[in-house]
């Protein structure tokens, strides 16, 4: 069975690939986010979440526990008001971000990608033929799924409130959709996985540039 690796230690996404029947593995990587953002010097919120789903994504597939794996990274950035917002980390940071966000909307843009860390036909020797033809096929893909958030208007009680509970400070933009932020959150124009944190369709599409159906990943009591 194909062996897929998740780059990321969030638990939301591990959730969400684990209630979508998704077999998967977690290897988190080392990737100094600031670093690389400064080094290509990407603001744009789009980009970003793609430069650094990559930098996750081949960070995870150089170690040697990834060898015969997909490893997929993903990361999410939150644009509002033409600013990129990460994850706020303090409660000056996020308090200041909701009370801007009351009543507002912007657009969660989640990058994935996508790893084929598996032997080609290239780099196939005599000692493998044995064991068939390789299936990996060197792919290094990308893809960003974008959802525009709208909010309801939240009081300042609430927010003090939503920020007490910790929910917020490691999640970009500030807020949850799959948890205590949901209750904030009016509608979502576009694939609200992508809002989570990963999203299985546009999985399913980097998993075809390496000739993998989505099927293949179904944990057996799915299939």
Known sequence: ???????????????????????HEVLVSDVDEDAVQAKYGVTDA???ALLLARAKAEAVAALPESDGALVIGCDSVFEFDGESHGKPYT?????ERMLRMSGSQGV????????????????????????????????TVGAVSS???????????EIDA???TGEPLHCAGS????G????????????PHAVVGLSISTLRDLLGHANVPITDLWQAGNA
């Open 91 to 95: 409660e000056d940071v996020a308090r």
């Open 46 to 48: 789009h980009d970003t």
């Open 175 to 178: 807020f949850t959709i799959d």
């Open 162 to 164: 939503y920020i007490a």
């Open 108 to 139: 969660l843009h989640t990058g994935h990608w996508l790893v084929d860390c598996r032997d080609t036909a290239a780099e196939a020797d005599e000692d493998d033929a044995e064991h068939g033809t390789p299936e990996g096929t060197g792919a």
């Open 180 to 191: 205590l932020g949901g209750a904030f959150i009016r509608k979502v124009d576009g694939d």
């Open 147 to 157: 959802a525009e958030v709208h909010f309801t208007q939240m009081n300042e009680n």
């Open 1 to 23: 069975m194909t062996r897929l690796i998740l780059a990321s230690q969030s638990p939301a996404r591990t959730k969400l690939l684990t209630e979508a029947g998704i077999e």
